[in-house]
């Protein structure tokens, strides 16, 4: 019985469907648009209404409930979810700024600060609830914060009451807390509060020093910054997590002009708890100069590696000293050398002649992660390291010496990274055997190697006529259809969430041999007409990978010029 229920709702719910969407044909394109828009606009209408009801409701429940009662902050909180229109919501937090509850107007202050300088309309409200002698201290905190956000940088009141508001005795450590951050937040035109702000430096409360730190830097006033005393605090390890947070929350000038003395501290060989502090403070304010990443290198700790992880590729101070690591007796220091370069491009390509004996001279007791580190390094310097390419060709066989008593997979994808780097590099001719033996002898384990092979394939263009049956191969219908990247050696994730596939490789690469792929055609057409390659679907948000049906249409009109062209 319950079945057929089921089935008489779903056939109700068709038959309202057919009724609420024409069919397109016999109308133009301009009529469907307008169809389109239409039901759209009825849509949003009875969303906004439905919005007002429950607003209505809202209200209603809210002025019949005492003051005191929490569940007075909990309908508060479910207005702020509704997603008012901004003046709606600005009005309704004004409205509650006179609540006889001190716990909701405590919550409108806050909501209203989201609003910034839009609300600034309610800017004298919210100073009488600051300088109130009668509200609760967290409802003086929240307006405090209010404050900041919403005054114009020129309310000369504003900034003045938030400042009396520092410094009125007896205040607590969250209230002196709140003005801090809040006159950060008004920013330069504060600067009449910086004397009393660099006070705070000294607070016994981490937190306030913090917040100190960082609006000295918001307001830009980096004058009562004392060097030699920050220098000494570091050196002395006076409270040196509270400093290093504090460094890393101000502004940009102030932290350039600290920045050498943090490396004069690594200079002084420090404990390993103040140096990898040191190290993840210079990589967070960017701060790269040679002495600094000879120290980041050094270090060779989890934190040194994302100090490293997030260098600008623009900054080319770091290359001198990421070559000089090349030479390093140690092979982490070596690794992260050659990692890091590669971010610069054919800007690092003096290392090659440092990386190029270390390749030629590899044999079944080298590192692999190691020789991809290089890999990756030789792929991203491009063209200007072809003189590598004769030591990686004699990589590509199966019976390579450096392939003795690896795992499988691995010999798989370090060879599948080679083919990558030589498509990168200048793939010669020679290559063709191990091009063809990838495409044709990868299995679902080896769909690196596949990729690879397919990419050198196109790299090659014309030349990789006898390619072709094995990059039909991933088009034939069950072929796994597998994620991959080659963003960084030994990374199968990728950081950007961007990947390929073998399909997607195979129908490039058909498109760069050109004319003499015209057999491929009726496959890339059934492809470019949505016949499915799988039996199996794929979804992940996280995962971006290019439109086969869109790179099939590319490849169609890309052989067909090269047919016409003959």
């Not at 809202?58 to 007075?72: N, T, V």
């Not at 102030?254 to 708890?273: F, K």
Request: hydrophobic share 40%; charged share 25%.
């Amino acid at each position: 019985m319950n079945r057929l229920y089921s089935l008489l709702i779903c056939l109700l719910a068709l038959g309202i469907c057919a009724q609420a969407s024409p069919d397109p044909e016999g109308i133009n394109q301009a009529q469907w648009d307008a169809f389109l828009t239409q039901g759209k606009k009825a849509q949003q209408e009875s969303q906004a209404k439905r919005i007002q009801d429950q607003l209505k409701s809202l209200k209603a429940e809210l002025s019949k409930i005492d003051a005191g009662d929490p569940e007075r902050v909990r309908i508060v909180r479910a207005i702020n979810t509704l997603g008012l229109p901004e003046p709606q919501a600005m009005e309704i937090w004004g409205e509650l700024l006179d609540d006889v509850d001190d716990r909701v107007q405590e919550r409108a202050l806050y909501y209203l600060s989201r609003h910034k300088q839009s609300a600034t309309e309610y800017s004298p409200r919210v100073l009488e609830l600051l300088g109130s002698d009668r509200a609760r201290p967290y409802v003086r905190i929240a307006a405090a914060i209010a404050l900041g956000s919403i005054a114009k940088t020129d309310d000369a009141i504003a900034i003045q009451s938030l400042l009396s508001f520092l410094i009125q005795p007896g205040n607590s450590d969250e209230e002196r807390l709140a003005a801090i951050r809040a006159l950060g937040l008004v920013g330069p035109t504060a600067s009449s509060a910086a004397e009393a702000i660099q006070a705070e430096l000294d607070n016994r409360v981490g937190k306030i020093q913090v917040a100190a730190y960082a609006a000295i830097g918001l307001i830009n006033k980096p004058e009562p910054y004392d060097l030699d005393t920050i220098g000494f605090r570091l050196l002395s390890q006076t409270d040196s997590y509270t400093t290093f947070l504090a460094i890393q929350n101000t502004a940009p000038e102030v932290q350039e002009r600290i920045a050498p003395i943090i490396v004069s501290v690594l200079d002084a060989s420090p404990p390993y708890y103040l140096k990898r502090m040191c190290v993840e403070t210079l990589g967070r304010i960017g701060y790269y100069e040679p002495k600094a990443v000879s120290h980041m290198l050094a270090a060779g700790s989890p934190t040194s590696n994302l100090a490293l992880d997030s260098l600008d590729s623009t900054d080319t101070r770091a290359i001198p000293p990421l070559i000089n690591g090349l030479r390093s007796d140690r092979p982490l220091v070596r690794i992260r050398s050659a990692r890091s370069l590669s971010k610069f491009g054919n800007e690092a390509q003096d290392a090659v002649e440092l990386v190029l004996p270390r390749l030629s001279n590899a044999g079944k007791d080298s590192d692999l992660s190691e020789l991809g580190a290089y890999l990756q390094l030789i792929r991203a310097i491009g063209p200007e390291a072809e003189a590598v390419s004769d030591t990686l060709i004699k990589w590509l066989p199966e019976t390579s010496s450096i392939y003795h008593d690896r795992d499988r997979f691995l010999i798989g994808y370090f060879r599948a990274y080679v083919l990558e780097t030589l498509s990168h590099t200048g793939i010669p001719p020679n290559t063709m055997p191990y091009i063809i033996d990838g495409l044709v002898n990868s299995d679902a384990d080896m769909m690196h190697l596949y990729v690879a092979s397919a990419r050198a394939a196109g790299a090659l263009g014309p030349e990789a006529e006898a390619a072709i049956p094995g990059l039909l191969r991933s088009l034939e219908y069950g072929f796994v259809i597998d994620f991959v990247t080659f963003t960084n050696y030994q990374e199968r994730l990728s950081r950007d969430g961007i990947y390929t596939t073998p399909q997607v490789e195979s129908v490039r690469a058909l498109a760069m041999i050109g004319s003499a792929a015209e057999a491929a055609l009726p496959r890339l057409r059934e492809i470019a007409d949505g016949k499915p390659l799988s039996p199996y679907e794929y979804s992940d948000s996280r995962q971006i990978i290019p439109n086969i049906q869109e790179e099939a249409k590319k490849a169609i009109v890309a052989i067909e010029e090269h047919i016409d062209g003959h």
